[in-house]
């Protein structure tokens, strides 16, 4: 199994430019999540989804857009980028969305908005 | 909302001290998990604990539950620089979504 992939590995984009930040993980697992890292302020959940179809608002939603059209890819849209948004992007998954699962990270996409 | 405080924020020793994080819920948890992020990696689990005052133990790693499961903590005894990294707590917040405390970053002098 490859767990959980990410494209980009880094992105620069101008202010108000858009992306996508693409995710797929080959586990079957039902629940993904996004995640901004940025120093000092840990991880924040941007949006999550507990299956195929059903999308919800995390901590930090505002600028992202999300979709599922499939159990193995959940990517994140920035709409018009924002030097906010400039920080680390990590795509996680796991199995139900159980409280006691453990979560799988990819490897992040560092993005930079100029 | 729910909170996880973590703390140092930082932690500097010298290779062989002892190492600790302590992590701080403002709700009682169902449970916590630990992951430990390297250098320019993503977050890895380490372990979870579940039960009020259960002590686990991972080779030099010993993680604590409290009673009261509030609180937690995570203890390194004599460092590595292979202990490099940050640490971080999650607790489930009300939809099961993992609240992620702030995390301590160690760094280990040789």
């Known amino acids: 199994n490859a767990g959980v992939t990410q494209t980009p590995k880094f992105q620069v984009l101008k202010t108000g430019q858009s992306m996508t930040l693409q995710c797929a993980q080959d586990?079957?697992?039902?629940?993904m999540s996004w995640y901004r890292q940025d120093p000092g302020m840990g991880l924040r959940l941007i949006h999550y989804?507990?299956?195929?179809?059903?999308?919800d608002q995390g901590e930090v939603p505002n600028g992202y857009n999300v979709s599922r059209s499939t159990t193995e890819d959940f990517p994140l849209r920035l709409l018009s980028a924002a030097p906010s948004q400039t920080s680390v992007y990590f795509c996680?998954?796991?199995?139900?969305?159980?409280?006691?699962?453990?979560?799988?990270f990819g490897p992040g996409t560092r993005l930079l908005v100029l | 909302g729910q909170q996880v405080m973590q703390i140092p924020q930082y932690q500097h020793v010298q290779e062989g001290e002892d190492f600790t994080t302590y992590c701080n819920s403002s709700?009682?948890?169902?449970?916590i998990q630990w992951y430990k992020q390297r250098p320019g990696g993503h977050p890895v689990f380490l372990i979870q604990?579940?039960?009020?005052?259960e002590v686990k133990k991972q080779k030099r790693l010993t993680f604590q539950f409290g009673e009261a499961k509030k609180n937690s903590s995570l203890h390194i005894t004599a460092t590595q620089t292979t202990d490099v990294g940050t640490y971080f707590c999650a607790g489930s917040g009300s939809q099961g979504n993992l609240i992620f405390g702030k995390g301590t970053k160690l760094s280990v002098k040789p």
């Open positions: 996680a998954s796991r199995p139900t969305g159980g409280r006691q699962e453990t979560q799988y």
């Open positions: 709700t009682t948890l169902s449970n």
């Open positions: 989804s507990v299956g195929a179809g059903i999308t």
């Open positions: 604990l579940v039960k009020s005052g």
């Open positions: 586990m079957n697992h039902e629940y």
